[in-house]
C-alpha cells in the first residue's frame, strides 16, 4: 500500500482525507502548521504531524493542499526528502504551475497537478490531473486517489487556469445562483424555507439530467413558446445573464493565471 502523505488539513486536504481513510484503501499521513486541526485525523487513524519534512520522509506521495502563495515555501523545506528517493509530489493548488514547483525539488522528481473541488467532500466532486514526464507513471495512483472522491479527466497543464475557473471555483457560482433564486422565491413570497427546499431539489434534479442529455434539451423541455420560462429568458438574457458569465470565467482564469509563477 502507498503511503499518501497531505500537507494542509484544510477544505480541500481534510475533505480528502476523511474520505480516503474511510475507504481504508490507504495508508495515511498528514501534516499543518495548526495542531489543533489533525486531533480529527487521528481518531481516524491518520498518522499527523507538525513537520512537513518529517511527512514527506515518510510518504510515497505527497498531496499539497495548501494555499497557492504557500506551495513555494511548503516545496522548498520538504526537498531534501526527495534527494534521490522516487518519491511524488501533487499539488492542487490554484494557478502553481509544475515549473515552478519542480525549481523547487531536486532534478527529475515527479510532479502532478490537480485541480480538484469542494463537492469532493460530499463524494461528488470534479478534477482534472496532469503531470511532467518524471510524474506520468504515478498519474495512475493519483487518479485513482481522486476518483474515491468523485469524477476524475486527465487535462493538458495550459488548460489548468481555465479549469481552476470553471469547476475549481464552479460550486461557487452555482451556491451564488441559488442564493438568488431563493431569494427571488421570497420576493415573490414564498416562505424562505419552502423556497431553499425547491431550488436544492432543482438543482440537484437538474444536474442529473444534465448527465443523460445536453442544456439546450433540458432547456427545450421546460420553455413552452410563448410561456413563463420563455418570459424568463428574454428578461435575463436582457439583464446579461449569459455575458456575466463568460466574463466572470474570464477574470477567475485570469486571476489563476496571475498566481502561476
Ligand atoms: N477550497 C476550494 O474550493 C478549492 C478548490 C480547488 C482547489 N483549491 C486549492 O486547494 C488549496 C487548499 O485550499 P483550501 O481551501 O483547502 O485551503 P485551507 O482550507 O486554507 O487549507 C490549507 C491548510 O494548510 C495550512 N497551512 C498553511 N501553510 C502551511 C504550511 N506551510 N504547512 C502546513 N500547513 C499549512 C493552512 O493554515 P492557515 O489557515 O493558517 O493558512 C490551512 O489549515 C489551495 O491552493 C487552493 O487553490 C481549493
Known sequence: MKKVGIIGAGKIGGSLLLRLAESGGFDLGVSDIHPEQLRLFEDVGVRTTSSN??????????????????????????????????????????????????????????????????????????????????????LPVVMDIFRHVGDVLELPERLFDAATALHGSGPAYVALFADALVQAG?????????????????????????????????????????????????????????????????AATERARSLGG
Request: hydrophobic share 50%.
Open 186 to 250: 421570497v420576493r415573490e413570497g414564498i416562505p424562505r424555507d419552502v423556497a431553499r427546499r425547491l431550488v436544492v431539489g432543482t438543482i440537484g434534479g437538474t444536474a442529473v439530467l444534465l448527465k443523460e442529455r445536453s442544456a439546450h434539451q433540458v432547456r427545450d423541455e421546460v420553455m413552452t413558446p410563448g410561456g413563463t420560462t420563455a418570459a424568463a429568458f428574454v428578461a435575463m438574457e436582457k439583464a446579461g445573464f449569459v455575458a456575466a458569465v463568460y466574463d466572470g470565467i474570464e
Open 53 to 138: 519534512r518529517e511527512l514527506a520522509e515518510w510518504s510515497d506521495l505527497v498531496i499539497v493542499a495548501v494555499k497557492p502563495w504557500d506551495v513555494a515555501e511548503v516545496m522548498q523545506e520538504m526537498s531534501p526528502a526527495f534527494d534521490g528517493t522516487d518519491k511524488a509530489v501533487a499539488s492542487v493548488a490554484a494557478g502553481v504551475t509544475i515549473t515552478s514547483i519542480v525549481e523547487k525539488l531536486p532534478e527529475g522528481t515527479a510532479v502532478l497537478r490537480v485541480m480538484p473541488n469542494v463537492c469532493a467532500s460530499v463524494g461528488l466532486g470534479s478534477a482534472v490531473v496532469t503531470a511532467n514526464e518524471a510524474g506520468r507513471a504515478t
